[in-house]
């Protein structure tokens, strides 16, 4: 039977292929027979993206976005059926998955009566329909705007060598991509895979606690907290992030228990924007992510809009910034106390000492130097999401002078100021 439809299914995927899909109206459900081989698992899918240049042939391992770009291509091409059965394999995988129920309803009420709406069952909640249709425009557009595999995320200009892998979060694409640090390539960030993550009800850039957002910044994964120690709404395991850094305090923000986490046990994934600030993964996502995360190594960079370098901007940033660092220890070295504050910002603050106080107290301590040595050793520099241009400078310091040996893990936050890099706090990691 010809059933007519006006599919506002399309209106999802029109959206992430800026107006290029054309409405469906009063066309014919073409059968599977008719259009080719009948797909009945994901693998179909990936088949025929395989011969589709329309879609990305480097896709993640995790995740149902390859499935869904499918279900809507055959929609986008009145093949219902295929869909159908594209849809109810992702179902089989999920269960749980609202959004792959919604789409099978308003299949299936499509061979009955023409279909106006996305979630157009009667006694679909509109909030809870909004929020998926968010979900699979997040999540379809993150599959077709691919980053070019030759970029790499500004901030993760050097890891150090322990740090195995590295988080970056994209809250206007609710995605985190997921980095190794490759150490045969001189430490350059090797693209691993990426996930379809939650953020805060209110968006981003986190000031204050109880706002409902997730902050911006560079952070550290601090514990492993195990299913067993946590409510059902955390799903599988959480980390905790340090917000507040030392950066965050000295903004004013505030708040607490900003972490990664899962999913409810009857929920397969969450709206772009459901949690109270946390970056929130499905449990099969954050069950891969954990297995690379590091406490007290591991960076989660967030950013409102990821910036991208080619890897030969990238290698200029690196280089100009560990020369700075660089010339830093060797004036320290030097014991010429004013070239060596000249790598500090007159803003400078750590703890209740300003930069006045900071100067004082070294001019004192090297006029009691006869020679000074500094080591630094597993360097790690990551740029700060936002609009000061802030690096997040990290590292172990071997301090030796004649009367005096140091050992610690330092942290330095560098601000660019007129076109210099200068140190704007310094403390303990």
Known sequence: ?????????????????AGALAKLADRPNTSAGQSGATMSSAQSARDMLAADPGFPLTVSDVGPEETLARIFAEIEGNRLNNALQLTEALIRQHPN???????????????????????????APADKVADLRAEAIARLKAYREKPPADFVPRYLLQMQPDQRYAIVVDTQRSRLYLYENDRSHGGQP????????????????????????????????????????????????????????????????????????????????RPPRASDG????????????????????TPVIISNSVEWLSLDDWARERSELNKTIDAWRADWESRDTDRYLK????????????????????????????????????????????????????????YRSNNLDNRMKKRQYWLREDGQWKIIYEGSA
């Not at 039977?1 to 292929?17: C, E």
């Not at 693209?191 to 009800?201: E, P, S």
């Not at 107290?361 to 630094?376: F, H, L, M, R, S």
């Open 278 to 297: 946390c970056v929130v993964l499905t449990n099969q996502d954050l069950d891969v992510v954990a297995k690379n995360l590091q406490v007290g190594l």
């Open 343 to 398: 790598h500090y910002s007159k803003r400078f603050q750590s703890g209740e000492q300003n930069f006045s106080e900071f100067a004082a107290q070294k001019k004192q301590v090297n006029a009691g130097k006869e020679w000074i040595k500094v080591k630094v050793d597993n360097l790690s520099v990551f740029r700060n999401p936002g609009k000061e241009e802030v690096v997040v400078v990290t590292f172990d310091q071997d």
């Open 190 to 269: 090797r693209f691993i895979a990426d996930y379809y993550v939650t953020q805060g009800k209110l968006g981003a850039e986190k000031l204050a606690e109880g706002d409902k957002k997730t902050p911006v910044g560079v952070y550290h994964v601090t514990a492993n907290l195990p299913r067993q120690k946590l409510a059902d709404l955390y799903g599988s395991g959480a980390y905790p992030l340090n917000y507040p850094n030392e950066w965050d305090k000295r903004q004013g923000r505030s708040g607490s228990g900003i972490w990664l986490h899962g999913t409810p046990s009857d929920t397969f994934a």
């Open 1 to 17: 039977m010809r059933v007519k439809i006006r599919f506002i299914l399309l209106a999802v995927a029109a959206t992430v292929t």
């Open 97 to 123: 998955y609202r959004l792959a129920n919604l789409i099978k309803g308003d299949l299936l009420l499509a061979r009955a009566q023409p279909i106006r709406s996305f979630g157009a069952l009667s006694d």
